[in-house]
Structures are given as C-alpha cells and as structure tokens.
C-alpha cells in the first residue's frame, strides 16, 4: 500500500523545469531514499511532498487522499512531520523544553513527561536536557529537531539531508535512529546524498536525474547499476 503517491508532478520555475513528470510511491513501512548528483530535483521534489511548492503538474496523494493543493500545516494534520536541512531548533532554550514544545499540542501531564523521557532517551540526549539547545553539536541539534518531529506522532516522517555537515560517527548514529524507528514502524522518506548512509537505512531507493526519474529499486539493484554509478561519477565504469 503505497502511503505517499506522487503522480506524474512537474515544477516549472520561469524557463527551468526542475521536476518532469515524476512519478513515486512510497510504501507504509518502509525507509525509500531519494538520491541523485545535485541539480537533480531531490529538495524541489521534496518541497513538492511537503507543499512548500505547488506542483505545475501532476498530483500527490498520502494515505489515499489528494492533497496536491493542500497547504504544509494542512498535510502535518494528516500524519506528515517533515524536518528541513538546516535545524530549527529554539536555540535560546533547554533541549527538554524543545521537546516539550514540541509535545504540548498533543499531550499533556504525566503522559506528556513519560514520552519526553522517552524522546531524550532515544535521541541520546537524556544527560543533555538542561542544556541549552544551541550549545549541542550541530548533529545534536539536527536529533533533536528529528525528536521535535517525531513528537507529532507522524505516520511519515520526511527528512531532507539529515547528516549533512555531521561527522561519520554522528551520521552512522542517525542511521541505527532512523532504523530504530522504522522498526516500530514509522515510514520514512529521506533526501540524501552521502551513499554510505543510502547503503545503511535504505530498503528502496529512487534515483533522479535532470529532474526525472533515471532508476529505482531495492538497494542492491541501485548499488549494481552501472548507469547510476555513472551519473553520479561522470564516467562509465564499463571499461
């Protein structure tokens, strides 16, 4: 069952057409990354899911429902959480108050403080919750902007290049957290570039190129394919 349907969706931006007929779906249940070289039309695709852009084409359904004209905060209601490249979280306040802002809309006495608990502990911030939240290291702000997220109790949880700027240490760290939580279940879209992390979360994989759609498959097919190795290092590998 295919929880995110993208159809046919195409971007024009005045002469630019950064997405061209792409078609995706994203099944319940599973981590899909969608990679490619830059320029490839990843963050205008994703921009697309999340309706910070409108599409010039095509449609988007999530959970079987149309929602191609659907304002963000309108597709948050419905079960999407999305985080952004770069962190929003409140800096000037503790990590634990982020979380807690985070929570408020949805939980509140001991409830709201068993699943704070729980955010920080599976975020590896528990020793850090008094601590303000721009003192973290930019991989700690980028957990704790996932945990914000996570808060919404999403059926999908979009994340946009999550590891960029983290050490490989921080990045493996948020690979074992995101299979942690597919393994409960979450459904998680990811715009990535660092293949090292694709190879360590993803269950299948959709490859853009000059804004279409240039492969897709399971992990494995998309390592073993030569034209996306070709793609993404300019050269054939056939000789």
Not at 24 to 31: F, I, K, P, S, W
Not at 113 to 140: M, V
């Amino acid at each position: 069952m295919a929880l995110v349907e993208v159809k046919d969706v195409s971007k024009r931006f005045g002469g630019l057409t950064a997405v061209s007929g792409v078609d995706l779906a994203v099944h319940a249940g599973e981590v899909h990354c969608l990679i490619g070289p830059n320029g490839a039309g990843k963050s205008t695709l994703f921009k697309l899911i999340v309706g910070l852009y409108p599409p010039t084409h095509g449609s988007i359904l999530f959970d079987a429902v149309d929602i191609t004209n659907k304002r963000p905060y309108a597709r948050v209601q419905r079960g999407m959480s999305i985080k952004m490249q770069a962190p929003s979280v409140f800096k000037e306040l503790p990590v634990r108050q982020n979380v807690r802002i985070a929570l408020q809309g949805r939980l509140t006495g001991p409830e709201r403080i068993a699943e704070e608990e729980r955010l920080l502990t599976l975020l590896n911030l528990a020793a850090d919750g008094e601590k303000r939240a721009g003192a973290l290291s930019h991989g700690q702000q980028q957990w704790l902007e996932i945990g914000m997220a996570l808060a919404l109790k999403p059926q999908l949880l979009l994340l946009d290049e999550p590891t960029a700027g983290m050490s490989s240490d921080e990045t493996f760290k948020t690979g074992e957290l995101i299979k942690s939580l597919n393994a409960e279940g979450m459904t998680v879209l990811v715009v990535e570039h660092d293949m090292a992390f694709v190879r360590q979360v993803a269950q299948r994989v959709t490859v853009l190129h000059l804004g279409k759609v240039f492969a897709r498959g399971n992990l494995e097919s998309i390592l073993h394919d030569e034209k996306v190795a070709e793609i993404y290092l300019g050269k054939s590998h056939a000789h």
